[in-house]
């Protein structure tokens, strides 16, 4: 399908679930909206094995744009997810990839895994766990999601162990991966004295970039869910070269 199409990249221990309050918003909006569960998490844990790394996701990615025959894609890399989103822009590129979307994401440079990109990378080996033969990360407590009430123990309930591999994959961002492509971050914050993670100085307005501050959790399509259908809206419909609060 040609059109407004827009694929919802969850994080880690997530799944295409934890995108079920915007999905229907965004569809009455216009959007062609496919929020899509990668390999070994979520409803397709079941399919976890050692090989499954950051390529398998990024193919993951790639497989629905050719079944689904999309062009002219909006990817929104929530997280992890991030890198997911960089990594398949890198492989198809304008004009098939019309705006990559960071949503409290890493901002990945050819070579960076999540473990070298991530302020807290050099402890994550240290989480490291085998389950069933597999290397995972496994799951962790939700409250640092930012979610609440009966939002925190519905995502407590979802996640799924992490594929290792995927968080010490090498991302190949080869010269000229987003030329054309329009960059967008969104940047989830509870206060005023919330820290920037470092990589967001690779936000770059002179390049072309936007940028947003969302008042939300960490998981903010589960925590503020209409902010962020809006704001998505607002970034597939208009060029704003300003940083917005809401």
Same mark, same amino acid.
């Given at each position: 399908?040609?059109? =407004? +199409?827009?694929?919802?990249?969850?994080?880690?221990?997530?799944g295409g679930w934890c995108w079920r309050k915007t999905v229907e918003p965004l569809r009455a909006l216009g959007y062609d909206v496919h929020a899509i569960t990668l390999t070994g998490l979520g409803e397709r844990a079941?399919?976890?094995?050692?090989?499954? /790394?950051? =390529?398998?996701?990024?193919?993951?990615?790639?497989?629905?744009?050719?079944?689904?025959?999309?062009?002219?894609?909006?990817?929104?890399? *929530?997280?992890?997810?991030?890198?997911?989103?960089?990594?398949?822009?890198?492989?198809?590129?304008?004009?098939?990839?019309?705006?990559?979307?960071?949503?409290?994401?890493?901002?990945?440079?050819?070579?960076?895994?999540?473990?070298?990109?991530?302020?807290?990378? &050099?402890?994550?080996?240290?989480?490291?766990? $085998?389950?069933?033969? $597999?290397?995972?990360?496994?799951? *962790?407590?939700?409250?640092?999601?930012?979610?609440?009430?009966?939002?925190?123990?519905?995502?407590?309930?979802?996640?799924?162990? *992490?594929?290792?591999?995927?968080?010490?994959?090498?991302? &190949?961002?080869? /010269?000229?991966? =987003?030329? =054309? $492509?329009?960059? $967008?971050?969104?940047?989830?914050?509870?206060?005023? &004295?919330?820290?920037?993670?470092?990589?967001?100085?690779?936000?770059?307005?002179?390049?072309?970039?936007?940028?947003?501050?969302?008042?939300?959790? &960490?998981? +903010?399509?589960?925590? +503020?869910?209409?902010?962020?259908?809006?704001?998505?809206?607002?970034?597939?419909?208009?060029?704003?070269?300003?940083?917005?609060?809401?």
């Amino acid at each position: 399908m040609t059109g =407004n +199409a827009v694929i919802l990249i969850h994080g880690a221990q997530h799944g295409g679930w934890c995108w079920r309050k915007t999905v229907e918003p965004l569809r009455a909006l216009g959007y062609d909206v496919h929020a899509i569960t990668l390999t070994g998490l979520g409803e397709r844990a079941h399919l976890m094995t050692p090989d499954v /790394d950051l =390529n398998t996701h990024i193919t993951d990615v790639l497989a629905m744009i050719e079944a689904e025959e999309l062009t002219a894609v909006t990817l929104v890399g *929530h997280s992890y997810g991030g890198m997911v989103a960089a990594g398949v822009t890198a492989r198809l590129r304008h004009p098939a990839v019309l705006r990559l979307v960071y949503l409290d994401s890493p901002v990945p440079v050819d070579g960076d895994s999540i473990t070298t990109v991530h302020p807290a990378g &050099h402890l994550i080996p240290e989480g490291r766990t $085998v389950i069933d033969g $597999v290397a995972v990360l496994p799951v *962790h407590d939700a409250t640092p999601m930012g979610v609440h009430g009966d939002d925190l123990a519905w995502v407590q309930r979802r996640l799924t162990p *992490h594929p290792y591999a995927t968080v010490t994959t090498p991302l &190949h961002l080869p /010269d000229g991966w =987003n030329d =054309n $492509v329009e960059q $967008v971050y969104i940047r989830c914050v509870t206060g005023p &004295h919330d820290e920037p993670m470092p990589y967001l100085s690779r936000v770059d307005p002179a390049a072309g970039w936007r940028s947003f501050e969302l008042r939300s959790g &960490h998981d +903010a399509m589960i925590d +503020a869910p209409d902010g962020l259908v809006a704001l998505l809206d607002q970034v597939c419909t208009a060029k704003h070269a300003t940083t917005q609060a809401r």
